[in-house]
C-alpha cells in the first residue's frame, strides 16, 4: 500500500480531469495576473536601470546594506539566545510538581503569548520613561539605578536624572525575547511531555531523582525531537527582527526601503526586492544549519524522532542484577548507561513492568 493511498483516497477518473484543468486554470490565472503586475510596473518604469543600477555600487553596499545587515544579524543573536533561555526556563518550570512554581509561570507564558509583538517593543520603549522618574523618588530608586547600571547597560540602556531612556535594540530586543520567549516555553513543555512515559519510569527505578531524569534522559530526547520547532521559531526571530523599522532601529529593512530610496532616485520597489532576497538567504542559511545539526545528532546516535521501546533491543549493563537498555536515540550515564529509547530492568523488572525474561532482566 502506497503513502498516498494511507493519507487519503486515490483520485478516479473524473477527479484526475478535475485536478488537471484547475491546475491548468491556475498557472493561467498565475501567468495573467504576472503579465498585468508587469505591464503596470512598466508604465511606470519601474523596470528602469538607473533604479537598480544603485545596487552595482560599493559605496551602497558598505554604507547602507551591510551595517543593516550587521544590526539585523546582532538583534536577532541577542534576541535568539535570551529567548531559548527564556523558553527553557519557563518551560521546564510549567513542568514543577510545585504550584506555586508551575502557575506563575504559565500565567507569564500566556500572557506574553497572547500580547502582540508590536505592543511589547512600544511598552519597552515608552514605558520606562514614564514609570522610572516615580521608582527614583521612592524606595526602589537605587534599586533601579544598580539594575539599570549593573544588568541593563549591555543593552545601551541608561539612567539619567532618575530617568530610565531605553534605546531601540533594547526595545526591539525586549520584546522579541518576551514574545518568541513565550512560544519557546511552550515548545519545550510540549517537547519533553512528548517523551515516552516509560523512559522516566525506568530512570526512577534505579533511583534517579527529577532533576536527573530531566537532565539526563528527558531533556537529550526532548531537544532532538523540539529541534524543528526550535529553528522554526527562529526563522520568526529573524523577520520579526524587521518590526525595529517602526521605532527607527538601523536594521536591514531601515536602510533598505528607508535610506537608499531617499538617495538613489526614491527606488522603493528595487530597495524592498532585494531586502527580501537577503531575508530569504538567511532563512535559507538558518534552514540549512538546522538540518546540519540534525544529521550532526544522527550521527551521534540521536534522532529528532522518538524511537518506540518496543523496537529497541535491551542489553545487559548493570551490576548486582542491573540491566540497563542502551536505545537508538542516544545514552546517558549513571550508574551505568540509562538508554534514551531502552529499558531498565532492576532483579527482573521489564521495559513494560514487572516482569522477567530476557529484555530487562537483570541477570
Known amino acids: 500500500m502506497s503513502e498516498a493511498s494511507i493519507l487519503?483516497?486515490?483520485?478516479?477518473?473524473?477527479a484526475r480531469r478535475r485536478n488537471v484543468i484547475l491546475t491548468a486554470g491556475s498557472i493561467a490565472a498565475f501567468v495573467v495576473f504576472g503579465y498585468v503586475i508587469y505591464r503596470l510596473l512598466d508604465q511606470e518604469q519601474q523596470f528602469d536601470a538607473r533604479l537598480w543600477t544603485p545596487f552595482l555600487e560599493p559605496d551602497v553596499w558598505t554604507g547602507f546594506?551591510?551595517?543593516?545587515?550587521?544590526?539585523?544579524?546582532?538583534?536577532?543573536?541577542?534576541a535568539g539566545v535570551l529567548a531559548l533561555a527564556f523558553g527553557m526556563i519557563f518551560g521546564l518550570a510549567r513542568l514543577s510538581d510545585h504550584w506555586w512554581i508551575r502557575m506563575p509561570a504559565g500565567a507569564i507564558v500566556e500572557f506574553f503569548r497572547a500580547i502582540p509583538l508590536l505592543i511589547l517593543i512600544f511598552l519597552a520603549l515608552f514605558v520606562p520613561p514614564i514609570i522610572s522618574p516615580i521608582i527614583a523618588a521612592g524606595p526602589l530608586g537605587m534599586?533601579?539605578?544598580y539594575v539599570v547600571e549593573y544588568l541593563l547597560w549591555p543593552f545601551g540602556v541608561v539612567i539619567n536624572g532618575g530617568v530610565v531612556i531605553v534605546p531601540a535594540f533594547a526595545a526591539l530586543v525586549f520584546g522579541l525575547?518576551?514574545?518568541?520567549?513565550?512560544?519557546?516555553?511552550?515548545?519545550?513543555?510540549?517537547g519533553v511531555l512528548s517523551v515516552p512515559r516509560g523512559q522516566?519510569?525506568?530512570?526512577?527505578?534505579?533511583?534517579?531523582?527529577?532533576?536527573?531524569?530531566m537532565r539526563l534522559v528527558l531533556l537529550p530526547q526532548a531537544i532532538s525531537a523540539m529541534m524543528p520547532a526550535i529553528v522554526a521559531q527562529m526563522v520568526v526571530l529573524l523577520k520579526d527582527s524587521a518590526l525595529g523599522f517602526i521605532i527607527a532601529y538601523e536594521e536591514l529593512l531601515n536602510n533598505?526601503?528607508?535610506?537608499?530610496?531617499?538617495?538613489?532616485?526614491?527606488?522603493?520597489?528595487?530597495s524592498a526586492l532585494v531586502c527580501a532576497v537577503i531575508y530569504i538567504l538567511l532563512?535559507?542559511?538558518?534552514g540549512r544549519f538546522a538540518t546540519?545539526?540534525?544529521?550532526?545528532?544522527?550521527?551521534?546516535?540521536?534522532?529528532?524522532a522518538v524511537v518506540p521501546v518496543g523496537q529497541v533491543d535491551a542489553v545487559d549493563a548493570g551490576a548486582g542484577g542491573t540491566g540497563v537498555g542502551l536505545g537508538a536515540a542516544g545514552t546517558a550515564g549513571v550508574a551505568g548507561a540509562v538508554g534514551v529509547a531502552g529499558a531498565v530492568g532492576v532483579a527482573g523488572l521489564s521495559d513494560d513492568g514487572v516482569g522477567t525474561g530476557d529484555r530487562g532482566g537483570g541477570g
Open 256 to 270: 533598505m526601503v528607508k535610506k537608499i530610496p531617499a538617495n538613489f532616485g526614491n527606488n522603493v520597489l528595487q
Open 65 to 78: 546594506v551591510l551595517p543593516g545587515l550587521i544590526n539585523t544579524l546582532k538583534s536577532t543573536l541577542v
Open 177 to 190: 525575547v518576551l514574545y518568541n520567549g513565550s512560544v519557546l516555553a511552550e515548545v519545550v513543555r510540549a
Open 283 to 286: 532563512n535559507l542559511a538558518l
Open 292 to 304: 546540519w545539526l540534525e544529521r550532526r545528532n544522527a550521527r551521534r546516535g540521536r534522532t529528532a
Open 143 to 145: 534599586a533601579q539605578r
Open 200 to 213: 522516566s519510569e525506568a530512570a526512577y527505578s534505579i533511583g534517579l531523582r527529577k532533576n536527573a531524569v
Open 8 to 14: 487519503y483516497d486515490a483520485p478516479g477518473p473524473r
